[in-house]
């Protein structure tokens, strides 16, 4: 048989010109083939429903019941044991990943970056690091998804938090949004994206006030996604009011719009309903304690108090919290750690608001060809709060301190109450610039971010272990935790290059060998309390998020030997 490539042959016989024949028809039948593969691959929308063998489509998320027996059972406890390989640097940081038929969402293009960068970072144990916690979350924590391989409905995507079963709307946004940049080049991860954005509208529908929720036994929601309201009615895992949470929901919007220019979710009723229901929610929250033509006090729209071992897990006054003014600021009776306010006017909570709020009043407004009344008059709403509550912050939470200046407060209650800490989770004081809500070299800024990383923060610690950790913590853990996170944000909100090589190696430390970013560690006990939570996604992604920062805006920091630390 002659190659397809000498087809076209010299034979002038007749037996030749039918061999001719056959070949150009074999040819023929095999670019036909290649063509309508090709075609196949993407429908109407661009997503691809069908593809050839020879196609580079993204694996789809990996069927959870149909999982090997031999995959982990509780991550929590595989990552606490050492996997070979080990990276052979100094700390020889184990491999943490689970095998590739055992991991929860598969994602070649964000493989392909993993690989792409590790291999470049000349500290092979920060190496290693960044390869094991970078995926952590769609590895582990994409619990159930729906649609996401096809169109012909909307997705819903449920990411727990880790080792807790439960989806956290503040943690889930945070978890995927490290991952935003692939997106336009893989589709399945886009399709992910917007199944959370569908997922969290679904849910602050159902409670604006809950801050995690349960998985849902199905994933049909709404009008939309008939059944919701039956299989929905035990959905909420926690009710504790976190502003945050809300403003995550906006932010994640946002965010993934502004990279994929994809506002198909903007007309959808769940999720102009969820908007809806947050403006509803501030407004609720922006009421004072006591009316302020009678003294009386006011109903209260919520309310968290129950019987607790310790006082961050209630709330002041039978659960309202302590009394405010009008301000203009948003009462959060919870922190982003899940611990209750001192005073409810959490500050770095309002600043992600205002934030978030301006950023999808332009979504909105960017989106509504039709001129649809009801997205205009979302978008001049959200534009008034937004203004309205970042002129109450720079109004009510700016104070000063001795050796410091002008700061922000940490909570304030409107009658001039005002709490100096900073606690590790974010929202916080130490990433309002990273957060949007004002420039990193302003100096009311600088010089809370000067006070948040010193002992003049009472949850700032520091200690001999490990060769030094340090970091903010918080009430939620307890005294001596240092947060890893913080040191995160510290590199995410650095211009100097000593600080952001010191915060680094903070972190490389900070995971006892684990290969593994923790919650918390003590930087003082090296026995059998040295770590909190061995399986905690959103701190693991997080300090991928800030590697890949550094690889595009600081590559000499990873990349040239000369600033590896040999210690």
């Not at 080792?163 to 995927?176: K, T, V, Y």
């Not at 886009?190 to 995690?212: H, V």
């Not at 129950?306 to 209630?314: K, L, Q, S, V």
């Not at 800030?546 to 590559?555: G, M």
Request: aromatic share 12%; glycine share 6%; net charge negative.
């Amino acid at each position: 048989m002659i190659p397809l490539h000498r087809s076209v042959s010299s034979h002038v016989d007749d037996r030749g010109h039918g061999r001719r024949f056959l070949n150009l028809l074999a040819l023929g039948t095999l670019l036909l083939f290649f063509t309508s593969s090709f075609l196949l691959c993407f429908d109407k929308e661009g997503f691809e429903c069908f593809c050839s063998p020879f196609s580079r489509r993204p694996s789809p998320p990996p069927n959870k019941d149909t999982m090997p027996n031999d995959c982990p059972s509780n991550f929590a406890n595989y990552a606490e044991q050492f996997h070979n390989p080990g990276s052979g640097g100094i700390l020889n940081l184990p491999f943490q990943r689970p095998k590739e038929a055992c991991r929860r969402f598969a994602s070649t293009v964000v493989n392909s970056a993993i690989e792409s960068i590790a291999s470049k970072i000349a500290d092979i144990d920060l190496a290693r690091l960044f390869t094991n916690t970078f995926p952590n979350t769609l590895d582990t924590t994409i619990q159930s998804t729906k649609c996401i391989n096809t169109t012909s409905c909307n997705p819903l995507s449920f990411v727990i938090t880790g080792d807790i079963h439960a989806m956290w709307l503040r943690d889930s946004a945070n978890q995927l949004l490290p991952y935003i940049d692939f997106v336009n080049q893989d589709l399945s991860l886009k399709r992910l994206f917007l199944g959370l954005i569908y997922m969290q509208a679904t849910f602050i529908k159902i409670d604006p006030y809950a801050n995690a929720f349960n998985e849902p036994s199905s994933l049909a929601t709404s009008a939309e996604f008939p059944g919701m309201e039956s299989s929905y009615s035990d959905q909420v895992f926690e009710r504790k009011f976190e502003i945050d949470s809300l403003a995550s929901f906006l932010g994640f919007s946002y965010q993934y719009w502004n990279v994929t220019g994809d506002a198909s979710f903007v007309q959808s009723n769940d999720w102009m309903d969820a908007v809806e229901t947050i403006i509803k929610t501030i407004h609720e929250q922006q009421e004072p304690t006591f009316n302020e033509e009678t003294g009386y006090p006011m109903d209260s729209y919520y309310r968290f108090f129950h019987n607790a071992d310790r006082p961050t897990e209630t709330q002041f006054l039978n659960g309202i919290g302590q009394p405010v003014k009008r301000t203009g600021l948003i009462k959060s009776l919870f922190r982003p750690s899940d611990d209750a306010t001192v005073y409810p006017f959490f500050i770095p909570g309002n600043a992600f608001m205002s934030v978030e709020l301006a950023r999808v009043a332009q979504l909105v407004q960017q989106n509504n060809a039709a001129n649809n009344q009801r997205l205009a008059d979302m978008a001049k709403e959200m534009t008034n709060l937004s203004k309205e509550i970042r002129n109450a912050i720079y109004k009510y939470a700016i104070t000063d301190i001795p050796d410091f200046g002008k700061v922000f407060a940490f909570e304030v209650d409107g009658y001039g109450s005002k709490l100096i800490i900073d606690d590790a989770n974010v929202p916080s004081l130490l990433s309002l610039s990273m957060l949007g809500f004002i420039n990193a070299d302003d100096p009311l800024y600088q010089n809370t971010r000067k006070l948040v990383l010193s002992k003049n923060n009472p949850y700032y610690f520091s200690g001999p272990r490990a060769g030094g950790l340090s970091g903010i913590g918080g009430p939620h853990v307890g005294l001596n935790y240092a947060w890893p996170m913080s040191q995160i944000v510290r590199i995410l909100t650095s211009s100097d290059d000593s600080e952001i090589i010191e915060a680094l190696d903070i972190v490389i430390r900070s995971t006892d060998g684990t290969g593994l970013l923790h919650e918390s560690v003590n930087v003082y006990d090296n026995g059998k309390n040295k770590y909190t939570r061995p399986w905690f996604a959103w701190v693991n992604g997080l300090f991928g998020q800030a590697i890949l920062k550094l690889s595009k805006e600081r590559p000499h920091l990873l990349f040239n030997k000369r600033y590896v630390n040999n210690k």
